[in-house]
Nanobody, 129 residues
Framework: QVQLVESGGGSVQAGSSLNLSCVIS????????MGWFRQVPGKEREGVAI???????VYDYHVKDRFTLSKDNAQNTLYLQMNRLESEDTAMYYCAAADRCKVKAEALLLGGGAGMDYWGKGTLVTISS
């Protein structure tokens, strides 16, 4: 059974950095479509960054130039390096995977990850100002 396990969240001050990890196991072949999403209670889930099968990475404009998505194929791990954190970044962060991106990466961001096949349970990020 496919498992995605996130870690690396925490409570930090604005301006700090965090590096989230997502270990993907029991997937067979490495998923071609992966991404990070976040959700605040009472709000819709939103896309943060998508790694499409082409290798192209797409970011939400709120995090572009501050966050960096990367993948370690040998470790089957997806990362999200988050710099210059802001209070608005406070959320539960989830990683997700799919055999392929069923829609364009930009659409996955706007749709909050609708169509992704597998999800982790999330890691909480809290930013204090």
């Amino acid at each position: 059974q496919v498992q995605l396990v996130e870690s690396g969240g925490g409570s930090v001050q604005a301006g700090s950095s965090l590096n989230l990890s997502c270990v993907i196991s029991e997937y067979g072949q490495s998923p071609a479509c992966m991404g990070w999403f976040r959700q605040v209670p009472g709000k819709e889930r939103e896309g943060v960054a998508i790694l499409a099968e082409s290798g192209r990475t797409v970011y939400d404009y709120h995090v572009k130039d501050r966050f960096t998505l990367s993948k370690d194929n040998a470790q089957n791990t997806l990362y999200l390096q988050m710099n210059r954190l802001e209070s608005e970044d406070t959320a539960m962060y989830y990683c997700a995977a799919a055999d392929r991106c069923k829609v364009k990466a930009e659409a996955l961001l706007l749709g909050g990850g609708a169509g992704m096949d597998y999800w982790g349970k999330g890691t909480l990020v809290t930013i204090s100002s």
